[in-house]
């Protein structure tokens, strides 16, 4: 899997937004570090699920208090937040499989779901929660 680069195209056009999704590409690009070294670097991977699982709460919750703040529309917060709580269940799982020394072979798959998962949120989503902020 190659790396995911930054570009305006990802952009929701809402700074703060915008400014953490930049971390949550980097991170993920982290873990495909992880995979491109040539050895298996479990504990660097651990590390970064570890960042991955802790930045996703801090960013779910920047985005469920916009979501509040602009009044979003119920359906839209609900649907949002779900996907949210689907995503960190997903992360804690995979992070507890890899603190088991369980993932190991999963990982090319599991940064695909990464990849995967926050272009689609990003593009999807987030820019919807945009609509109602800007």
């Known amino acids: 899997m ?3 680069r930054w570009s305006a195209d990802l952009e929701c056009g809402v700074k703060v937004l915008d400014l953490q999704h930049q ?8 873990m495909e570090d992880c995979l491109d070294c040539g050895e298996f670097q479990l504990e660097l991977s651990k590390d ?7 930045y996703i709460v801090f960013h779910f919750q920047t ?3 916009l979501m ?10 609900e649907a949002h937040r779900r996907e949210h709580q689907a995503f960190a269940d997903f ?3 995979a992070a507890g ?5 369980r993932l190991r072979e999963q ?9 995967k998962w926050l272009l689609d949120h990003v593009t999807k989503t987030d820019r919807q929660l945009a609509k109602y902020i800007l």
């Not at 499989?97 to 020394?101: A, H, K, M, Q, S």
């Open 23 to 30: 971390e949550l590409v980097a991170i993920i690009n982290a």
């Open 68 to 77: 509040v703040g602009h009044k979003v529309a119920s359906k839209h917060a």
């Open 91 to 93: 992360v804690s799982k």
């Open 48 to 54: 970064v699920m570890r960042r991955l699982a802790s």
């Open 107 to 115: 990982l090319p798959a599991l940064s695909a779901y990464l990849h």
């Open 63 to 65: 985005e469920e208090r």
């Open 97 to 101: 499989r890899l603190e088991e020394g």
């Open 2 to 4: 190659s790396r995911v």
